[in-house]
């Protein structure tokens, strides 16, 4: 049996940047963002099973989130440090071919274009090498999460998080930062005309 990913229907995905560092494992304070594009259920043992696409760890030297409009694998400050997985009752490995994003007039929404292949094993009839994966739709960007606990001096109020952000992206079109749960979320506002 041929195995088919396409896009879901009607279903926008998420993109979001975050500020993280991890100085015992050596990585630098840094922005990354990552994506998710929702997939069409795959049908397994009678089943239709959800599906989805997440491209983690992504760079790209833009100073304005409205500067990802045609930012590519290719134009990605380290698309070796990308991971790309696609989920389907686990994740399974991408092997990432191209990426591109375009952003929807001066809206926060994105057209993402992917393309890669990856290995299913202990699906039965599903089970192939080199699966072919090809998707095309849309995210919403979320804007910039900032989690405190990923920082040696962590955070403790709006303005340290500003604070935190600023040197790595320009707060314009970036709402003030706002306590969600576990973590700030500086949210995408569209451009200002």
Not at 34 to 48: K, T
Not at 63 to 83: F, H, I, K, Q, Y
Request: hydrophobic share 40%; charged share 20%; proline share 6%.
């Amino acid at each position: 049996m041929t195995l088919s990913i396409s896009s879901a229907q009607d279903q926008r995905g998420e993109l979001y940047g975050h500020v993280f560092e991890n100085t015992s494992s050596g990585v630098p304070r840094g922005l990354f963002w990552n994506l998710s594009l929702p997939c069409a259920p795959i049908s397994w043992e009678g089943e239709d099973w959800e599906c989805s696409v997440l491209c983690e760890w992504l760079q790209w030297p833009v100073r304005d989130w409205t500067n990802l409009d045609g930012a590519t694998l290719r134009t990605s400050s380290n698309p070796e440090s990308v991971e790309c997985s696609i989920y389907f009752t686990a994740h399974h490995p991408v092997r990432l071919e191209s990426l591109s994003i375009k952003r929807v007039a001066h809206s926060t929404r994105f057209e993402v274009a992917l393309s890669g292949a990856f290995d299913l094993q202990g699906y039965g009839e599903l089970d192939a090498q080199n699966i072919p994966l090809t998707l095309h739709g849309e995210v919403d960007l979320d804007g910039v999460v900032v989690v405190p606990g990923n920082f040696f001096l962590k955070p403790s109020d709006a303005s340290d998080v500003i604070r935190l952000v600023e040197p790595l992206l320009s707060l314009f079109n970036l709402a003030e930062p706002e306590w969600d749960r576990f973590r700030y979320v500086l949210r995408a506002e569209p451009q200002n005309a």
